[in-house]
């Protein structure tokens, strides 16, 4: 172990190296944090310089009561937003179509139209705040909708920070809120990180997410393998379409979920850096070294909360946010512990919230940069995620690579099957879960409720439709629609159309129609 210590100490005196050293048997002598291959970190000093970005998913009901959520949780300490849409949204609907009836506001907030984001972040200083959006199919729309707000708010827009999520690849593997085939989504995605280069530098333009597939069913290994596929397939796309690699990696961003093997997922975030790295060294030859880093946000596990005896959740969050951050996670979201029953309540979210502030401060966690590095277990376990995802990758390589696998419904199929081993494994007690197969006959928190959503929501929602509609000049709208058409059928950037169609208050359906005329849409097979 080295002896290099700066200002750090345990409770009870003793330094702490600047970066622990050790060689095992089965790594070696192991490169520094924040030199490649970075399976140590992306930073030499990590959370030393800069704590985890506590990033909190958040959105229910209508924009006005969301900015309540996100203002209570600025207050309380969080440092960066992270919005949740509904399905419509998700799905490209306004909140008065007939498919969106049952479903306005129920998962997520409702955003029909530049109006509705307005409300969102009214009162939230968009150029200090990081925001992230998990949208995929009408994320240049939505985009443009947070573009559009900043500009009115009279906020540089070169610098505004953050994240949409703009990952369709895995909605057609794993989540199913996609719209337009393959090829054209792909066009929607280049454009926006065209647009992106050149008007907002620090916004992450794609964040490819691990999380959904795994919690489709995937296992670590086949998480990341399908995730750096993907990846892949978007670097290559957006290298096809005239862009230098060096133009936009730098802001590729990832997105994992953190299960409960404690040390497998350590390891698995490890090996994450290091095959990411080595592809894109190998694959594309970036000279600009941010463009083989790995940078990612971790959401601890969805699928493994239980409805039943609800307040474990608390202790199944706390560990998997531990492992989180022994991984060298960016930015974490930790879930409450009633979301298997309901949307998150204040004070739920906010038992979430102290979870990480606590890691982060009373841990001790924070001063130590990688501790896991060097031990014998978590380096095997290291190596061997990284052989047996990148053999997977391999395969999926000589398929043609992700898009082709997806048509041919090859990640899918492998979904199923893990997703049933798992069950079967539960089924028949191999894998024991508390609460439900084990010390399941304990009889409490009955009387925990999620948070019900406004039932009046869907009807205010489509009168404000109504208005907008009524009021706007609809002749502005009509020549944007068409433009959006256009560019579509052409080679133009989708992403500047979208945008004056937003300003123009098209709403989001009436944008994704325009769309859906020049592109289709598609139904991906199901890997049966």
């Known amino acids: 172990m080295s002896d290099d210590c700066d200002d750090y100490f345990t409770r009870s005196g003793i330094p702490i190296p600047n970066i622990p050293r050790c060689e095992s048997e089965e790594s070696g002598a192991l490169s520094d944090p924040g030199e490649p291959p970075y399976t140590r970190g992306i930073h030499q000093s990590m959370y030393r310089g800069k704590i985890w970005t506590m990033r909190q998913y958040a959105g229910f009901s209508s924009a006005n009561e969301t900015n309540k959520r996100f203002k209570s949780l600025l207050e309380k300490g969080q440092s960066g937003l992270s919005v949740a849409f509904d399905l419509p949204t998700q799905l490209g609907l306004d909140s008065d179509d007939p498919m969106s009836l049952g479903e306005v506001g129920k998962v997520g907030v409702a955003i029909d139209s530049i109006e509705d984001m307005r409300k969102l972040f009214d009162g939230i200083n968009t150029s200090s705040v990081s925001t992230s959006m998990t949208i995929n199919a009408p994320a240049s729309i939505l985009l443009a909708m947070y573009v559009a707000v900043a500009e009115e708010n009279g906020f540089d827009i070169s610098k505004i920070r953050g994240t949409i999520q703009n990952d369709i690849l895995k909605e057609y593997i794993a989540r199913g809120t996609y719209v337009f085939p393959p090829e054209q989504s792909m066009r929607l995605i280049t454009d926006v990180m065209s647009w992106c280069k050149k008007h907002t530098p620090n916004w992450n333009t794609i964040s490819i997410s691990g999380y959904h597939i795994r919690e489709a069913g995937a296992t670590a290994i086949q998480e990341l393998a399908f995730t750096l596929s993907n990846a892949l397939a978007y670097v290559g796309a957006a290298v096809d379409s005239g862009l230098d690699v060096d133009d936009f990696a730098p802001r590729l961003s990832f997105f994992f979920g953190c299960h409960n093997d404690f040390f497998e997922e350590i390891a698995k975030f490890r090996a994450a850096r290091k095959l990411w790295f080595d592809l894109m060294t190998q694959r594309f030859s970036p000279k600009n070294p941010k463009s083989s880093i790995l940078r990612f946000h971790t959401q601890t596990a969805g699928v493994t909360l239980t409805a039943q005896q609800p307040l474990n959740n608390i202790v199944r969050v706390s560990y998997q946010a531990l492992s989180s951050v022994l991984g060298g996670t960016q930015s974490l979201h930790t879930n409450s512990f009633d979301e298997a029953i309901g949307l998150p309540t204040d004070e739920s979210s906010t038992i979430a919230l102290r979870t990480q502030q606590i890691l982060a401060n009373e841990t001790g966690i924070p001063n130590v940069v990688d501790p896991m590095g060097g031990s014998w277990y978590v380096e095997r376990l290291t190596n061997e995620i990284y052989d047996r995802s990148l053999s997977l990758i391999q395969e999926i390589d000589k398929m043609g690579g992700a898009q082709s696998a997806i048509e ?121």
Not at 439 to 467: F, H, I, P, R
């Open 408 to 528: 041919a419904g090859f990640q899918q199929r492998h979904l199923h099957e893990s997703a049933w081993s798992e069950q079967v494994s539960q089924d028949n007690g191999e894998q024991l879960i508390v609460g439900i197969n084990t010390a399941s006959d304990v009889v409490g928190d009955e009387y925990l409720k999620g948070q019900k959503v406004d039932s009046t929501l869907s009807e205010s929602q489509c009168n404000q439709l109504t208005s907008l509609r009524n009021n706007r000049n609809n002749e502005r709208v009509i020549a944007a629609l068409e433009n959006v058409h256009t560019v579509a059928l052409g080679d133009g950037n989708t992403m500047e159309a979208i945008l004056e169609a937003v300003k123009a208050e098209c709403t989001v359906g009436e944008i994704m129609d325009s769309l859906k005329n020049a592109f289709g849409t598609w139904v991906a097979p199901s890997g049966f």
